[in-house]
């Protein structure tokens, strides 16, 4: 190869090397924030009513409540009462579970939703009182 050639070639691979852009660093995951858990001072309290829950696909939800007591809801569902105590959730929102039907009730005052709680499934979905 040709001292003249050689010095071409040369000169082309280094001024690619210059204009090449090195690679973008790889951008970590900033840390998620662990937000407070709630304790029993932070869970809400809504004043919703006792009555029938119409839900979505025609389903529908008995809920009687104690005034008196807001650690307990009765839920009629599906031919059968359960008696649901108040579990404090980690966003403060109603929540209510019956350890032996694994029933969860979710209230809210714009809609609540009834939970398979062992299969982590929607029994009725988007209920509001009738």
């Known amino acids: ?3 003249r ?3 071409l ?3 082309a ?6 204009t090449t852009a090195p690679p973008a660093p790889i951008a970590e995951k900033p840390p998620t924030p662990e937000l407070p858990r709630a ?3 932070q869970q809400l309290s809504f004043d919703l009513a006792s009555g029938t829950y119409r839900c979505d696909l025609g389903k529908k939800v ?4 104690d005034r008196d007591d807001e650690n307990h809801v009765r839920i009629g569902w599906s031919g059968g009462m359960y008696v649901l105590d108040r579990n404090h959730s980690y966003s403060g929102l109603p929540r209510y579970e019956d350890a032996g039907s694994g029933l969860v009730w979710i209230d809210l005052p714009w ?7 062992r299969r982590n499934k929607p029994l009725a979905s988007d209920c509001t009182r009738a």
Request: a negative charge.
């Open 1 to 3: 190869m040709s001292p």
């Open 5 to 7: 050639l050689f010095a």
């Open 9 to 11: 070639s040369s000169a």
């Open 13 to 18: 691979a280094l001024l690619a090397a210059c």
């Open 39 to 41: 304790s029993g001072d």
């Open 62 to 65: 008995e809920v009687m409540r």
């Open 111 to 117: 809609k609540s939703v009834l939970l398979d709680g």
